[in-house]
C-alpha cells in the first residue's frame, strides 16, 4: 500500500469499459424452474458472511483486477523478474519494506504503542545504517520484529468497526475503514517524503520519483502471490472476502464481543 | 462411552507398538488430524531456489464449448510447466480433491522435482472449477475412469503445447489424495492408447476406494454438535474462539508460529479439529457441485435455465451447497447421470469402480508403481492400508505419521518421492 499516483486517461477509460463490458451477454428465453436444493431448507447460522451491500460493484472491481492482472501488472512484473537477479529483487523488497516502517512507526504511536513504536523506530534506524538504506535486514536477526500497522488497524484499534467490504481497483480487497486508511497512510507517506524531498536536487527529481513508485508497486505485486481466480474454487470471492475481513478484524485487535 | 475408552487405550499403546519405526523419523506432528492441517513446519522442509523458470499453459480442450457468463474467467485449463534448459524426465502431478494447478502442495513438490532434474507439468484436479467448465468431457467429476480419459487428453494437448520446445528423455505420473487415484487410472489407459509409456508412477495417500474414504471424511462431520446441518453455528464459534486465542496471547500477525502454538497449547479439541477439517473438504465440494450443476444446468442448486451473470451474488448457493454431503451428490447427482448413461447400473457397481480394487491386477503387476501413505492416514481404514500393503508390497513406503498428506513437504519424504521417481536405489 505504497502511494500511487494514477496520471493515466487511459486507465480510467480501460477502468470504464471494464466495468461496462458484458452487460447484455447470457441472455435466455427458456423458463426457469426451482432448484432441487434451496436455502429455506437449511435451518443453521450463516457463516463466512461479511457486510457486503455493494457486492455488484465489488465483483465488477474484483473482474477489473483480474484484467488488470493479466494485461498489464503480472507481464511488467513477470518481466521484472526476469531480468532481476533474485539477489537484487529480495534487496529492493527490502528497500520498499524499510520505507514502510514508517507507516508501523506512526501506526503504533497513533495506538499509544510505545514499545513497539520503539522497536519499530529501532528497526527503521538499524536497517537504515547498518543495512545500507534497507537493503538487508539486520535489525530482525537482533530480535527485532517486524510490526505491520496501518491507519485502517489503527481506527480498528481505537472501535471502528470495519463497514462495508470493499475491493478496490488495483490495491484488491478492503473495506470502507481499510480503505480511509489508506488514504490517510498514504497521505502522511507522501508529506514525509516531499518535506525531506531526498531528490530536490537533481534537476530530474519527479521522474525520479515517479520511477520509485513504479517500482514501489511493481515489488508489491511481485511479493504477493495472490492470483485472482486461480483457486480453483468458484466461490472464492467468498472464501478472500471472508479471510480478508476476519485476518483484519483479528490483527487490528479489536475488543471482541462476550460468547 | 466403550469405543472412547478403547480409543484411549490405543493411543496410549501406539506410540510403544511403534516405537522401532519411529525412531529415524523426523516428522513432529503426532495427531492425524493435526498433521493434516498444519503440514509441514517451514524448517523441516528443504531449501529451494527462490525462482523456477515457469510457464503457464492454457489448453482449449473443448474449442467449440460455451461457457457460462459466470465462469468469464475460465479461458481454458491452467496447467503449470516448468523446464530444465537440457533433456530430461518429465512429471505429470494432479493434485487432490478441488486443488488448482497452483496449489500449495502442488507448488512445493514441482520445487523439490525442479531441483533434482525433471521437468514438471501440474494439472488441475479434476474436481476443480477449472477442468470441469474446460477439461471434462460430462462436467461431472468423481468418475474415475472419466476423469482419467480427460486427464489424459488434458496431458496430451499440454505435452503437444511443449515438445516443441523441452527434451524428454521419459513420462513419469505422480498424483497425492484423489490425484493419486486418478493418476493410477490414467497410467491404465495409456497402458493401451501407448502415448506416453509412463516409466514411473508414483501414488502419495491414495484412498482405495473414494466412496469408502469420502464417507470417513464425511463421519467427521459428525463431530460437529448437531452435525453437518449446524456447520454455520460451529463455524462462528470456532472462529470466535481463534480471535480471542489471538487476542489474549499477544501475537504481532497470524502467521505459521501463531497457527503453531494453536497446535501446542491445543486450543482446538480431536473433535473441533476434526469439524475443521470436514468444512474444508465440504468447502472444496461446495464448488465442485455448484460448477457441475451450472455446467450442465441440471437444476440441482442453481435454478434450471437461470443464467448466472459475474456480478450475480453466489452466497446462497454456497452455503446449499456446503450443507450438501457426498452421498446427496452421490445419489442425487452422480449416480442418476451415470444410470442414465448406462442402464442397469447399479449403486454398488459404481461404488466399485471408484476403487483401485477394480485395477488391482494391473497395479499388482506393473513394476512402475510405487506408493507413500502413513500409518495415521485417516481417509483408511486399517484393513484398507493392510491392503495397500499387501498390494503394492516393497513399493509402499509407510511412514509411521503425518496423516492426510501433512507430512507431504518433509524434507525426507519429499527425498523419498524425488529418488522414487529417478528409480534410484532407495534405502529403506
Known sequence: MRVFKQRSGLFILVLMLSLTGCATTGVNTEAEVPARHSISEFNDQRFAEVADPWEETNRRFYRFNFYFDKYLFLPVVNGYEYITPTFLQERISGFYNNLEELQNFTNSLFQLKGVEAASTLGRFVINSTVGLGGLFDPATSFGLERNNQDFGKTLGYWGASSGPYLVLPLFGPSSVRDAGGLAVDTAISYGVYSAIDPFACSDHSFAIGAGITTLGFIDTRHQQSFRYFESGNPFEYYLVRFFYHERRDIESGKRLPEE | MFKLKLFCIVCMLLPMSVHALDENYGYPIKGSHEAS????????MPEFPASLP??????????????????????????????????????FIVGGAGASDRSAKLITMTKALHQAGFHVITLPSPTSTNFIVSASSSSIPGDLTEDAADLHRAMEAAWKQVKGDIEVSSFNLCGYSLGASEVAFVAKLDEDRRVFNFRKVLLINPPVSLYSSVTRIEELMKQIPGGSKKQGVFVNRMLSKFSRFYRYGNYVTINEDFLYAIYTEKLFSHAETAGLIAISYRIGMAGMIFSADVMTNSGYVVPKNRVLRYTDSLFDYFLVSTHLSFFDYFNEFFYPYFKKQRPGLTKQELIDSQSLKSIEGYLKSSAKFGLITNENDFILTKTELDYLRQLFGERARIYPRGGHLGNLAYKENLAYMVAFLQDKEIIQ
Open chain 2, 54 to 91: 515457469t510457464r503457464q499453459l492454457v489448453l482449449d480442450l473443448f474449442p467449440d464449448r460455451e461457457k457460462p457468463p459466470v465462469f468469464f474467467y475460465d479461458e481454458g485449463l491452467r496447467c503449470t510447466f516448468t523446464y530444465q534448459d537440457k533433456k530430461a524426465p518429465l512429471v
Open chain 2, 37 to 44: 492441517i498444519l503440514g509441514t513446519p517451514a524448517e523441516l
